[in-house]
Protein backbone atom coordinates (compact mmCIF):
# COMPACT_ATOMS: atom_id res chain seq x y z
CA UNK A 1 0.00 0.00 0.00
CA UNK A 2 0.96 3.85 -0.84
CA UNK A 3 2.14 5.64 2.31
CA UNK A 4 -0.26 8.48 3.34
CA UNK A 5 1.61 12.00 3.03
CA UNK A 6 0.54 14.88 4.81
CA UNK A 7 -0.06 18.06 3.88
CA UNK A 8 -0.41 17.52 -0.10
CA UNK A 9 0.82 21.06 0.21
CA UNK A 10 2.22 23.80 1.55
CA UNK A 11 3.81 27.53 1.11
CA UNK A 12 6.18 29.19 3.20
CA UNK A 13 8.03 32.35 3.46
CA UNK A 14 11.88 32.57 3.22
CA UNK A 15 13.08 31.39 6.58
CA UNK A 16 10.47 29.41 7.68
CA UNK A 17 10.71 25.93 8.87
CA UNK A 18 7.93 23.03 7.51
CA UNK A 19 6.96 19.45 8.54
CA UNK A 20 6.12 16.62 6.01
CA UNK A 21 4.83 13.84 7.57
CA UNK A 22 4.91 10.06 6.09
CA UNK A 23 2.39 7.62 7.39
CA UNK A 24 2.29 3.67 6.49
CA UNK A 25 -0.41 1.09 7.58
CA UNK A 26 2.46 -1.40 7.48
CA UNK A 27 5.65 -2.46 9.27
CA UNK A 28 8.90 -0.60 7.65
CA UNK A 29 11.77 -1.62 7.34
CA UNK A 30 13.40 2.13 5.81
CA UNK A 31 12.10 5.14 4.90
CA UNK A 32 13.51 6.97 1.78
CA UNK A 33 12.39 10.67 1.57
CA UNK A 34 12.87 12.75 -2.45
CA UNK A 35 12.58 15.90 -3.77
CA UNK A 36 11.27 16.84 -7.56
CA UNK A 37 11.59 20.20 -9.01
CA UNK A 38 9.30 20.64 -11.77
CA UNK A 39 10.39 18.47 -14.91
CA UNK A 40 13.09 16.66 -13.39
CA UNK A 41 13.89 13.90 -11.96
CA UNK A 42 13.27 12.88 -8.16
CA UNK A 43 16.59 13.19 -6.06
CA UNK A 44 17.55 10.84 -3.19
CA UNK A 45 17.97 13.07 -0.08
CA UNK A 46 18.25 10.74 2.86
CA UNK A 47 17.22 7.25 3.86
CA UNK A 48 16.19 6.15 7.36
CA UNK A 49 16.20 2.46 8.47
CA UNK A 50 14.28 0.87 11.01
CA UNK A 51 15.71 1.64 14.61
CA UNK A 52 14.26 4.98 14.97
CA UNK A 53 17.56 6.96 13.81
CA UNK A 54 16.99 10.49 12.89
CA UNK A 55 19.31 11.82 10.17
CA UNK A 56 20.29 15.53 8.99
CA UNK A 57 21.33 16.95 5.31
CA UNK A 58 22.29 20.55 5.92
CA UNK A 59 19.12 22.69 7.27
CA UNK A 60 17.17 19.21 6.45
CA UNK A 61 16.89 16.30 8.44
CA UNK A 62 14.38 13.24 9.47
CA UNK A 63 13.19 11.07 11.95
CA UNK A 64 11.94 7.80 12.01
CA UNK A 65 9.58 6.13 14.53
CA UNK A 66 9.26 2.04 13.34
CA UNK A 67 6.64 1.67 16.48
CA UNK A 68 3.99 4.14 14.81
CA UNK A 69 5.38 3.35 11.32
CA UNK A 70 6.13 7.23 10.47
CA UNK A 71 8.54 9.46 8.95
CA UNK A 72 8.86 13.06 8.93
CA UNK A 73 10.68 15.35 7.25
CA UNK A 74 12.12 18.81 8.89
CA UNK A 75 13.00 21.54 6.63
CA UNK A 76 14.14 24.65 8.99
CA UNK A 77 14.88 27.90 7.60
CA UNK A 78 13.63 27.48 4.20
CA UNK A 79 15.29 28.48 1.02
CA UNK A 80 14.43 29.56 -2.33
CA UNK A 81 15.46 26.42 -3.40
CA UNK A 82 13.41 24.02 -1.05
CA UNK A 83 10.02 24.35 -3.06
CA UNK A 84 9.51 21.42 -5.13
CA UNK A 85 7.78 17.72 -4.69
CA UNK A 86 9.22 15.95 -1.57
CA UNK A 87 8.30 12.04 -1.69
CA UNK A 88 8.24 9.75 0.62
CA UNK A 89 9.34 6.02 0.01
CA UNK A 90 9.01 3.03 1.99
CA UNK A 91 9.97 -0.61 2.30
CA UNK A 92 9.03 -3.38 4.38
CA UNK A 93 8.36 -5.06 6.37
CA UNK A 94 10.69 -8.31 5.44
CA UNK A 95 14.05 -6.32 4.62
CA UNK A 96 14.47 -4.39 1.69
CA UNK A 97 13.61 -6.57 -1.58
CA UNK A 98 14.12 -3.72 -4.60
CA UNK A 99 10.34 -2.73 -4.22
CA UNK A 100 10.01 1.17 -3.37
CA UNK A 101 6.58 2.26 -2.87
CA UNK A 102 5.89 6.46 -2.53
CA UNK A 103 3.57 8.57 -1.39
CA UNK A 104 1.73 10.55 -3.56
CA UNK A 105 4.34 13.74 -2.80
CA UNK A 106 3.88 17.21 -0.47
CA UNK A 107 4.25 20.08 -3.43
CA UNK A 108 6.43 22.75 -1.06
CA UNK A 109 6.31 26.55 -2.65
CA UNK A 110 9.02 29.06 -0.86
CA UNK A 111 7.99 32.50 -1.65
CA UNK A 112 10.91 35.55 -1.15
CA UNK B 1 29.86 7.63 -15.39
CA UNK B 2 26.86 8.03 -17.12
CA UNK B 3 23.91 7.50 -14.09
CA UNK B 4 20.56 5.92 -15.21
CA UNK B 5 20.21 6.62 -19.29
CA UNK B 6 16.58 6.63 -20.69
CA UNK B 7 16.14 6.71 -24.26
CA UNK B 8 13.69 7.89 -25.60
CA UNK B 9 13.09 11.19 -23.68
CA UNK B 10 9.54 11.98 -25.72
CA UNK B 11 6.90 9.23 -27.42
CA UNK B 12 4.08 9.82 -29.17
CA UNK B 13 2.23 6.61 -29.89
CA UNK B 14 -1.24 5.10 -31.86
CA UNK B 15 -3.23 2.93 -29.28
CA UNK B 16 -2.60 -0.64 -30.36
CA UNK B 17 1.10 -0.13 -31.22
CA UNK B 18 3.92 -1.45 -28.96
CA UNK B 19 7.06 -0.06 -27.90
CA UNK B 20 10.24 -0.96 -25.59
CA UNK B 21 11.67 2.16 -23.35
CA UNK B 22 15.06 1.43 -22.54
CA UNK B 23 17.24 1.67 -19.66
CA UNK B 24 20.68 1.85 -18.77
CA UNK B 25 22.86 2.11 -15.63
CA UNK B 26 26.35 2.22 -15.28
CA UNK B 27 27.16 1.88 -11.60
CA UNK B 28 26.80 -2.09 -11.37
CA UNK B 29 23.60 -1.52 -9.51
CA UNK B 30 21.91 -4.87 -8.56
CA UNK B 31 18.39 -3.10 -8.11
CA UNK B 32 16.44 -1.60 -10.72
CA UNK B 33 12.74 -0.31 -10.97
CA UNK B 34 10.32 1.32 -13.34
CA UNK B 35 7.84 3.85 -12.42
CA UNK B 36 5.22 5.74 -13.85
CA UNK B 37 3.88 8.91 -12.84
CA UNK B 38 0.55 10.82 -13.34
CA UNK B 39 -0.45 14.30 -12.01
CA UNK B 40 -1.64 13.53 -8.37
CA UNK B 41 -0.88 9.95 -7.85
CA UNK B 42 2.66 10.40 -7.33
CA UNK B 43 5.19 7.84 -8.38
CA UNK B 44 3.80 3.89 -8.91
CA UNK B 45 5.93 1.18 -9.32
CA UNK B 46 5.57 -1.39 -12.14
CA UNK B 47 8.18 -3.34 -11.91
CA UNK B 48 11.01 -4.17 -10.19
CA UNK B 49 14.10 -6.42 -10.50
CA UNK B 50 16.72 -7.43 -7.79
CA UNK B 51 19.49 -8.89 -10.12
CA UNK B 52 19.92 -10.17 -13.82
CA UNK B 53 16.99 -12.29 -14.52
CA UNK B 54 15.17 -11.39 -11.34
CA UNK B 55 12.18 -9.78 -12.11
CA UNK B 56 8.95 -9.28 -10.21
CA UNK B 57 5.23 -6.96 -10.62
CA UNK B 58 4.86 -3.69 -8.72
CA UNK B 59 1.82 -1.80 -7.93
CA UNK B 60 0.59 -1.33 -11.85
CA UNK B 61 1.87 -4.28 -13.79
CA UNK B 62 -0.86 -4.62 -16.34
CA UNK B 63 0.35 -3.91 -19.65
CA UNK B 64 3.79 -3.75 -19.17
CA UNK B 65 6.65 -6.42 -19.65
CA UNK B 66 10.21 -6.73 -17.79
CA UNK B 67 13.38 -8.77 -18.51
CA UNK B 68 16.75 -8.27 -17.18
CA UNK B 69 19.54 -10.35 -19.29
CA UNK B 70 22.26 -8.14 -17.47
CA UNK B 71 23.10 -6.19 -14.68
CA UNK B 72 22.96 -2.80 -16.96
CA UNK B 73 20.00 -2.77 -18.99
CA UNK B 74 16.02 -3.27 -17.41
CA UNK B 75 13.62 -2.43 -20.38
CA UNK B 76 10.31 -2.10 -20.51
CA UNK B 77 7.79 -2.84 -22.81
CA UNK B 78 4.35 -2.01 -23.58
CA UNK B 79 2.82 -4.39 -25.32
CA UNK B 80 0.03 -2.36 -26.90
CA UNK B 81 -0.61 0.76 -25.84
CA UNK B 82 -3.70 2.47 -24.45
CA UNK B 83 -4.60 5.98 -23.73
CA UNK B 84 -4.73 5.34 -19.99
CA UNK B 85 -0.84 4.37 -20.36
CA UNK B 86 0.10 8.10 -20.97
CA UNK B 87 2.72 9.00 -18.28
CA UNK B 88 5.98 9.90 -17.53
CA UNK B 89 7.47 7.12 -17.15
CA UNK B 90 11.15 6.67 -14.57
CA UNK B 91 13.79 4.06 -14.63
CA UNK B 92 15.55 4.23 -11.38
CA UNK B 93 19.05 2.03 -9.72
CA UNK B 94 19.94 1.50 -6.44
CA UNK B 95 22.79 -0.94 -4.90
CA UNK B 96 21.97 -4.13 -3.09
CA UNK B 97 21.01 -4.06 0.57
CA UNK B 98 18.52 -1.71 1.06
CA UNK B 99 20.77 1.01 2.97
CA UNK B 100 20.99 3.25 -0.05
CA UNK B 101 19.08 5.90 -2.50
CA UNK B 102 17.64 4.84 -5.89
CA UNK B 103 19.42 7.47 -8.62
CA UNK B 104 16.66 7.80 -11.16
CA UNK B 105 16.91 8.72 -14.68
CA UNK B 106 16.34 11.46 -16.60
CA UNK B 107 12.41 10.10 -17.40
CA UNK B 108 10.49 9.23 -20.63
CA UNK B 109 7.40 11.35 -21.84
CA UNK B 110 4.74 9.06 -23.63
CA UNK B 111 1.75 10.00 -25.08
CA UNK B 112 -0.77 7.31 -25.96
CA UNK B 113 -3.17 8.89 -28.96
Known amino acids: QQPVQSPQAVILREGEDAVINCSSS?????VHWYRQKHGEAPVFLMI?????EQKGHDKISASFNEKKQQSSLYLTASQLSYSGTYFC?????????????FGKGTKLSVKP | NAGVTQTPKFQVLKTGQSMTLQCAQDMNHEYMSWYRQDPGMGLRLIHY???????DQGEVPNGYNVSRSTTEDFPLRLLSAAPSQTSVYFC????????????FGSGTRLTVV
Open chain 1, 26 to 30: KALYS
Open chain 1, 89 to 101: GTEGPGGSQGNLI
Open chain 1, 48 to 52: LLKGG
Open chain 2, 49 to 55: SVGAGIT
Open chain 2, 92 to 103: ASSPLGGAYGYT
